[in-house]
């Protein structure tokens, strides 16, 4: 499956952004579909995650109640949606699918086989 990511860009602290992650190349419904960030200096962590028919969500802890996590099957999407921006979200954003059927806390342990390129997204104070 091929990943490419979209939707980065600058906001002010506060403000929300929506990023996209348009899969194609194989059976979308297949992939449970997650989202990593590389902030500068920082190792690669994991934000958020989506089970394959979309009804399991899992995030870190520093985002829980502000990012959500959803898929479109149809459309072959999977999205992130981040309101109340912090500067500490700053980072390059990618996302990653896995032919998984794991849901809950497992999505965020596993190891995802495919990645998207990334989009930049900066949060300023």
């Known amino acids: 499956v091929q990943l490419q990511a979209s939707g980065g860009g600058s906001v002010q602290a506060g403000g929300s952004l929506r990023l996209s992650c348009a899969a194609s190349?194989?059976?979308?419904?297949?992939?449970?579909m997650g989202w990593f960030r590389r902030a500068p200096g920082k190792e690669r962590e994991f934000v958020a995650a989506?089970?394959?028919?979309?009804?399991?969500?899992i995030y870190r802890d520093s985002v829980e109640g502000r990012f959500t996590v959803s898929r479109d099957n149809a459309k072959n999407t999977v999205y992130l949606q981040m309101n109340s921006l912090k500067p500490e979200d700053t980072a390059i954003y990618y996302c990653?699918?896995?032919?998984?059927?794991?849901?809950?806390?497992?999505?965020?342990?596993?190891?995802?086989?495919?990645w998207g390129q990334g989009t930049q997204v900066t949060v300023s104070s």
């Open positions: 990653a699918a896995d032919p998984t059927a794991h849901t809950g806390g497992s999505l965020a342990r596993i190891r995802y086989d495919y």
């Open positions: 190349g194989s059976t979308f419904s297949r992939y449970a």
């Open positions: 989506v089970s394959r028919g979309g009804v399991s969500t």
